[in-house]
């Protein structure tokens, strides 16, 4: 059973800093990853989509990489504002030929709080 | 453009009531999910569909039942509400090609 574990489960940074989330999983036998943001009482909104072809997608002061064989991929953020505070989940797909289908198995996220 | 939109946003449910949850999407989206997200447990995918007409068991089914009758609605049912399905309920959808999923703004469920 694939498991998605995300530490640390909040961090608190000052504004300006360059940060690293984290995300690992069991199965290294992966479709795809996603990261995804949310803020406090909305839904999810998603960030970056990496294929398990792809080692990195940017987006903006977003780049999140993919280590398919170690189980594991960061979220990197540049020049962290306060705007950025909320938290950030991953999600991974397993591969269709493994019976992974259409379900995604999300990692409880990491609370992230930009401090001015 | 409204996205995915859910309703209702807040309910209040007494052990064994019943209730539906509507989840609409106006972007033509062949795929749709319903989740449920505890503390400390991540989403959980409860059920899905791949088209009008069609439905699956996700992760956590038991307690549930959905119907997809038109391609834009996707409706989430509890027939005897348990304390255990307390939990926010999110919605969500994607097209056929692609894989990033949208998300609807989620339904706080409380049993007592």
């Known amino acids: 059973k694939q498991e998605v574990t995300q530490i640390p489960a909040a961090l608190s940074v000052p504004e300006g800093e360059n940060l690293v989330l984290n995300c690992s999983f069991t199965d290294s036998a992966i479709y795809n990853l996603q990261w995804f943001r949310q803020d406090p009482g909305k839904g999810l909104t998603s960030l970056l989509l990496i294929q398990s072809s792809q080692r990195e997608q940017t987006s903006g002061r977003l780049n999140a990489s993919l280590d398919k064989s170690s189980g594991r991929s960061t979220l990197y953020i540049a020049a962290s504002q306060p705007g950025d505070s909320a938290t950030y989940l991953c999600?991974?797909?397993?591969?269709?030929?493994?019976?992974?289908?259409?379900?995604?198995?999300f990692g409880t996220g990491t609370q992230l709080k930009v401090e001015l | 453009n409204a996205g995915v939109t859910q309703t209702p946003k807040f309910r209040v449910l007494k052990t064994g009531q019943s209730m539906t949850l509507l989840c609409a999407q106006d972007m033509n989206h062949e795929y749709m999910y319903w989740y449920r997200q505890d503390p400390g447990m991540g989403l959980r995918l409860i059920h899905y569909?791949?088209?009008?007409?069609?439905?699956a068991k996700g992760e956590v089914p038991d307690g549930y039942n959905v119907s997809r009758l038109k391609k834009q609605n996707f409706l989430l049912g509890l027939e005897s509400a348990a304390p255990s399905q307390t939990s926010v309920y999110f919605c969500?959808?994607?097209?056929?090609?692609?894989?990033?999923?949208?998300f609807g703004s989620g339904t706080q469920l409380s049993v007592l």
């Open positions: 999600a991974v797909r397993r591969g269709i030929l493994t019976g992974g289908g259409n379900k995604l198995t």
């Open positions: 569909s791949v088209g009008e007409g069609t439905t």
């Open positions: 969500a959808s994607r097209p056929w090609e692609l894989e990033k999923l949208f």
